[in-house]
T-cell receptor, first 114, second 114 residues
């Protein structure tokens, strides 16, 4: 059974700092990995998707990397801002097609202090 | 661009009552997934449908049932509600033929059972 771990559960950093959020998964037989952002009580906003054949994806100040063989992914946030404060979840899918269900980690709650 | 639409956004029910949540996937998406996120928890996969047939089943209670209709929208029916059913319920959609297998999530339906 796939297990996704995100440590630490919470992180507080001063504004402007570059930071890395970690995600690990136990079964390396994944098809893709997605990083999501969730504001309190709100929905899941997809940030980046990395397919298993890819090493990284970038969007603005965000960069996600994937090391499938070691079961790890990182989300790098450059020049953090208070507006980045949210919970960040990573999730993996073992397949594509009609069985692309995701297994989520418990998330990392990020607080960026002004 | 059209996103996944869920209704209602908020729902309050008493114990032992019945609730129905609706999900309208992104146009031309043929696969729908339901997730349950309890307070402080990661989203847990409940059930998925592809082309109106159940494609996978997760930790969905026997009191819950779901289906996908000919227009691809899906409904999650929950009966004999319990306090522990209070959660945020997400629907996600994808295209089974899509290359990336990316799931797109709705804003969620918040169910409160009193």
């Amino acid at each position: 059974k796939q297990e996704v771990t995100q440590i630490p559960a919470a992180l507080s950093v001063p504004e402007g700092e570059n930071l890395v959020l970690n995600c690990s998964f136990t079964d390396s037989a994944i098809y893709n990995l997605q990083w999501f952002r969730q504001d309190p009580g709100k929905g899941l906003t997809s940030l980046l998707l990395i397919q298993s054949s890819q090493r990284e994806q970038t969007s603005g100040r965000l960069n996600a990397s994937l090391d499938k063989s070691s079961g790890r992914s990182t989300l790098y946030i450059a020049a953090s801002q208070p507006g980045d404060s949210a919970t960040y979840l990573c999730a993996v899918s073992p397949y594509t097609g009609a069985n692309s269900k995701l297994t989520f980690g418990k998330g990392i709650t990020l607080s960026v202090r002004p | 661009a059209a996103g996944v639409i869920q209704s209602p956004r908020h729902l309050i029910k008493e114990k032992r009552e019945t609730a129905t949540l609706k999900c309208y996937p992104i146009p031309r998406h043929d696969t729908v997934y339901w997730y349950q996120q309890g307070p402080g928890q990661d989203p847990q996969f409940l059930i998925s449908f592809y082309e109106k047939m159940q494609s996978d089943k997760g930790s969905i209670p026997d009191r819950f049932s779901a289906q996908q209709f000919s227009d691809y929208h899906s409904e999650l029916n929950m009966s004999s509600l319990e306090l522990g059913d209070s959660a945020l319920y997400f629907c996600a959609s994808s295209s089974a033929g899509g290359a990336t297998g990316e799931l797109f999530f709705g804003e969620g339906s918040r169910l409160t059972v009193l």
